[in-house]
């Protein structure tokens, strides 16, 4: 079973981020906040992807589910100040 530190450690190193943080303690459902310049010029789907390309073949067999909210870090600026 993974723990959320193990998800946001895969996912820091797969994926440029200034922020991640992964909630979970089930070891197979998780909730994740990512903030990453790689996100700029993408809509939502696409950002997701890049999420899933980072995780890899852990999604397919370890991860039941990932629920996520993505940002830029524009975005996420804009985010913390409203």
């Known amino acids: ?10 996912i820091k190193h797969g994926l440029a981020c200034d922020h991640v943080q992964v909630q979970g303690n089930d070891g197979q459902h998780f ?3 990512i903030v990453s310049p790689q996100f700029v010029g993408k809509n939502m789907v696409q950002q997701h992807q890049l999420v899933y390309q980072a995780l890899g073949e852990r999604m397919r067999e370890e991860i039941h589910a990932l629920s996520m909210r993505t940002f830029t870090p524009e975005a996420w600026a804009q985010f913390r100040t409203s």
């Open 1 to 10: 079973m993974l723990s959320a530190a193990e998800v946001e450690d895969y």
């Open 31 to 33: 909730e994740a906040l």
